[in-house]
């Protein structure tokens, strides 16, 4: 058994059993396990019937790319679904919002990816409020080098109350993603982009600017099917699935068609199929 996975052989309905962490409700029998601060249920029969009578189950996880809705366990997050907390991240006609200096950059209204960016040749910052503190969040963005000569010392950074979540040493002059986690340890914090860090005269465009908190993704039986949703709030997120919950390179893109119900996203998948794992990645 592989190191770290605590697994219960089958055990009579309508019982509670319990792993150490966090008891579980499971009707109709079947086995569970416990990876990770993760729960997985696996029904012995695919009968829809006992996918229905799943219950709902609270799951911590420790990472950027949202939780899992794993087998046909369905997973809830604390975090409230706020959207995007930075204002004009996108720099669409202006660079208000953010403070800056005269050595910070300037506005640019032609260059961004796509439309309007910021060329960023000091620092610029911008606090952000409405945070839970304990609550995990996703900042992302991108950026390109606007002019200079390229060197292996990282040159651009982005800072969180003056802490470097992320930094950089380009290898091209085009855009470029970037994305990190960041539990908040209070309700405001100071979100910083810089260029020319460690002394390395780079200057960047940075456009995309995003911090919002990590989605839930929920589920609910409907027929031979399971709907998926999470909130219209988030963006950028895609849904993924996999047959293999450990892996780190089998996920896939769900294909099926996204429809927006009220302030949700919603995919229908089959229920027929036990074991697969489904998850948001940015």
């Given amino acids: 058994m592989a190191k770290g996975i605590c697994r219960r052989q089958r055990y009579r309905p309508w019982r509670y059993r319990d792993c150490g962490r966090r008891r579980v409700h499971c009707p109709g029998g ?3 396990q416990f990876i990770e601060n993760r729960w997985i249920v696996q029904p012995l029969s695919s009968a829809v019937a006992e996918l229905g009578s799943l219950d709902r189950v609270h799951m911590p996880m420790k990472t950027y790319s949202s939780l899992f809705f794993l087998g046909y366990l369905f997973s809830s997050l604390s975090a409230i679904a706020q959207g995007n ?6 720099f669409d006609s202006s660079a208000a919002g953010w403070v800056t200096n005269v050595s910070s950059g300037y506005y640019n209204p032609w260059k961004g990816n796509p439309g309007g960016c910021f060329d960023l040749a000091g620092s610029i910052s911008q606090t952000i409020s409405n945070l839970s503190p304990g609550a995990s969040y996703f900042v992302s963005g991108s950026y390109d080098v606007a002019g200079g000569t390229l060197v292996s010392t990282p040159s651009f950074g982005v800072t969180i109350n003056g802490n470097i979540e992320f930094e950089v040493a380009p290898l091209d ?6 994305n990190f986690s960041y539990t908040a340890t209070s309700s405001s914090a100071l979100l910083s982009l810089e260029a020319q860090i460690h002394g390395i005269g780079l200057g960047y465009r940075i456009d995309n600017i995003l911090m919002q ?8 039986v409907a027929g031979t099917n399971i709907v998926l949703t999470w909130s219209t709030n988030v963006v950028g997120f895609v849904l993924q699935a996999s047959t293999n919950f450990l892996s780190t390179t089998n996920w896939l893109n769900v294909t099926n068609s996204v429809a927006v119900v009220g302030s949700n996203r919603t995919v229908t998948v089959s229920a027929t199929r036990p074991g697969q794992y489904f998850r948001l990645k940015l």
Avoid: I, Q, S, T
């Fill in 173 to 178: 002059y085009n855009w470029h993603g970037f």
């Fill in 213 to 220: 908190p990590l989605p839930k993704l929920a589920g609910n």
């Fill in 30 to 32: 079947g086995r569970y």
């Fill in 85 to 90: 907390l930075v204002f004009n991240g996108g």
